[in-house]
């Protein structure tokens, strides 16, 4: 039976799957609802649900869990990490890559992230201690999939895009181990060689490839718009769309993840300060359609804020989309009013 939001009741069953506006599922068919559960769906904006008739219940109930129901991609994430260090170590070797060996590691994950919505669930569970160029390969290869889908790319240029974004750091293979692991600032010769890897990844991805658009990116991530990225200073429409969506996504994956010489930021402060860099840096357009569809995903996720409490996401403020609404316990904390409290890690 349909029932509307405000007449649901602890302890009654979801009869479907539950999606809010943006796509994202906030809970499965067959979770027994509590008080938060309707809480989430309330906050998300969802007016109906179908409800499982009452009946005594003999198939079992379980909870809606979106750590659970990610569990079974870790296997194919480790496979993913393996096969990209393997290509990145023939690059190194050889100066080429098989572009049947990044077939074979990407479209069965391309296909996963069809049914996967939850997109920050997926960057948490890559949130792990592997090599960082290899792990930030796939989040970006992640990130301009879901990018180019929200901007309303097809399937096939989707799966372009990705594959781009998967690749836009192999010139790294070419730049000397101790520069990639230095803990410590580079020198301005160090810098200079290590923006050579951009140039370099082109090369190598033509000659593996022929394939000039899945080049471009390569070459182009670190350009922006208002000119001040290399190697050539480019600006707005001297980049193409694909280096634009994969600029954001590189930038994002830096920040958010953990490197030698720089702690990891927290997940919303980044898309803050992302914001911001889409008023000059980055393509406004693709950021903010980023910003956009990124922002439902921490709804429902755990937080530990700087106050030392840990408690649920439960609403994005409508002032101040970067400061949200956190239950702690029987009572809620405010980001947007209590500016000296903030979040310093989410969880799934």
Known sequence: MRLHVTDLKPGLLLQSDTFNPSGVQLMSAGSLLDDSDIDKLMMHGIDYVDISEPATQTAPVFRSSPGESLLKLVPMFDTTMMGTASIFKEATTTGRFSITEV????????EQLVEQKDVVSLLLLLDRDDEYTYNHSVQVGIL????????????????????????????KSMVPEKLL???????????????????????????????????????QHHEREDGSGYPYGLRKDDIHPYSRIAAVADVYSAMT????????????????????????????KVTQSFIKHLLPNFIGKQVLLTSGDTG?????????????????????????KQRDIAIVEIYI
């Open 103 to 110: 077939d074979d590691l990407l479209k069965p994950m391309a």
């Open 144 to 171: 301009t999939y879901y990018m180019a889908s929200w901007l309303g790319y097809s399937p096939e240029d989707c799966y372009t895009i990705s594959k781009a974004g998967y690749l836009i750091d192999i010139g």
């Open 181 to 219: 692991h230095k803990p410590g600032k580079l020198s301005p010769e160090e810098f200079r060689v290590m923006k050579k890897h951009a140039k370099q990844g082109y090369d190598i991805i033509l000659e593996s490839t022929g394939n000039e658009t899945l080049a471009i990116p390569a070459l």
């Open 257 to 284: 993840t953990h490197r030698v010489y720089q702690s990891k930021q927290e997940y919303i402060s980044v898309l803050c300060e992302l914001y911001g860099l889409s008023f000059g840096q980055l393509n406004a």
């Open 312 to 336: 649920t996401i439960v609403m994005n403020n409508p002032n101040d989309h970067f400061r949200p609404l956190v239950r702690c316990g029987q009572g809620f904390v405010d980001l947007a």
